[in-house]
């Protein structure tokens, strides 16, 4: 009974170890799993930035004598345009951003019509253009957030008259300034990067232009439509 009662007692023992034993097994083996990592994503959009810009563009001219205030005929100057920009918004109320930018870009729009008074074939080429404008925001989600934007415009255009059968050519060169207005939708894709698309409209009025050789002049109406997408380095606004 005694050598029983030990054989029955050791049975015990070792079947409860065995367990313990596979228990701990079992947990070394199974698989660790991870809670998914938050993706991030801006607090605000207060900051300042830093970035470049490519689009397309077109330049309206019109052709005023100005004898008689006569109309010479019209084109539209179109093509690459492309820059850069930097600005700072401050975010407040929640969900409203203001801000200023400074944008400048290069542009190759050129244009011609033959004109309406005169057998001459009169174009435009610009150079390039510059903006300083207020913007107001509202983010639709925390990485995303339409805007408006308006305030000053400048850009720099050159002006040829050539004669039909080749003849005398005249030229002038002319900065004109005016007013823009425009709008888009920017998205923060990452930290301290985000991607625009945007439009802008600018007008500059009519001037008179003096053509050289010679004492002739012209009063041309030109406006400016550019389309652009870009991207911006933020240097702070992030957490």
């Not at 607090?43 to 052709?63: D, E, F, H, I, P």
């Not at 542009?107 to 404008?133: I, K």
């Amino acid at each position: 009974m005694r050598a029983l009662a030990l054989a029955l007692l050791a049975s015990t023992t070792l079947g409860f170890v065995g367990q313990n034993a596979s228990a701990a097994d079992l947990a070394r083996r199974a698989p660790v799993v991870k809670a998914p990592v938050a993706p991030v994503v801006p607090s605000t959009w207060t900051g300042c930035y830093l970035g470049g810009n490519v689009g397309y563009g077109r330049a309206k001219a019109k052709y005023f004598r100005p004898s008689d205030g006569a109309n010479d005929g019209f084109h539209t100057a179109d093509g690459f345009v492309g820059g850069g920009q930097i600005g700072c918004d401050y975010q407040f109320a929640g969900n409203f951003v203001i801000g200023v930018q400074g944008m400048g870009n290069w542009a190759n729009l050129n244009g011609s019509h033959s004109a309406l008074l005169a057998p001459w074939t009169e174009a435009t080429d610009t150079s390039w253009f510059a903006t300083a404008t207020g913007r107001l925001g509202v983010t639709l989600a925390p990485s995303w957030l339409v805007y408006v934007k308006g305030g000053a415009a400048w850009m720099q255009n050159e002006y040829t008259r050539t004669l039909n059968n080749g003849g005398v050519v005249l030229s002038a060169k002319s900065n004109r300034s005016g007013w823009t207005v425009g709008g888009g939708l920017e998205w923060m894709f990452a930290p301290n990067w985000s991607v625009f698309a945007e439009y802008n409209f600018m007008d500059f009025g009519t001037k008179r232009v003096a053509f050289t050789p010679g004492v002739f002049a012209q009063n041309i109406d030109e406006r400016l439509e550019v389309v652009l997408v870009g991207i911006n380095y933020r240097f702070t606004g992030w957490r």
